[in-house]
């Protein structure tokens, strides 16, 4: 038994362009979604990044730019999308090929945004982790310098009460 919505479509290309919509549709609303969480984080960037130190603050607020930018662009390659698919190829020919072009290109600028935003996160994380490194070696050497000067002023303690008990006995 088929879905009454589904049993108006005849063709097979009826139902590639309706699910071919309904993606197209979800990614305009997830563009929105992001565009307002990313657009959000950018307005109130002391609410969200409280605590950080300024390199930190530099850093979330540009990829919130990066994602913001993304959002934007992925809403405009969905509508472009949609434009392609609404829109009669026999009647508008350059209109269709000219918005699949644009969607097409919107989509590889998308995708570079993308890894340049991971690799900005990776080397962010990556001088993060060295920075923690550094930090510990320090505190390793800080702890062992401490340890070694306990055991010698114990040492010293420990030789000065033997030669008290030594010169006593004499």
């Known amino acids: ?3 009454l919505f589904l049993s108006t479509l005849s063709t097979p290309s009826e139902i590639r362009e309706l699910t071919t919509t309904l993606v197209v549709c979800l ?3 997830f563009s929105l979604w992001q565009f307002r969480v990313q657009y959000d984080k950018l307005r ?3 609410f969200y990044w ?3 130190t300024a390199r930190g603050k530099r850093f979330y607020r540009r990829q919130a ?3 913001l930018q993304i959002a934007c662009l992925s809403g405009v390659a969905g509508a472009l999308m949609l434009t392609g ?3 009669s190829a026999r009647a508008h020919p350059k209109l269709v ?3 699949w072009t644009l969607a097409i290109l919107l989509c590889f600028w998308i995708g570079a945004l993308a890894i340049v935003d991971a690799i900005s996160v990776w080397f962010s994380f990556e001088e993060e982790r060295q920075r923690r490194d550094a930090e510990k070696l320090a505190l390793e050497f800080k702890m062992k310098k401490f340890q070694e000067e306990s055991l010698d002023s114990l040492r ?3 030789s000065n009460e033997t030669d008290e008990e030594a010169g006593t006995s004499n």
Request: glycine share 12%; charged share 25%.
């Open 1 to 3: 038994m088929t879905p």
């Open 27 to 29: 990614v305009v609303a």
């Open 44 to 46: 109130h960037g002391d």
């Open 50 to 52: 409280r605590g950080l």
């Open 65 to 67: 730019t990066r994602r």
């Open 85 to 87: 698919l609404f829109t």
């Open 97 to 99: 090929s000219g918005s």
């Open 156 to 158: 010293e303690e420990s």
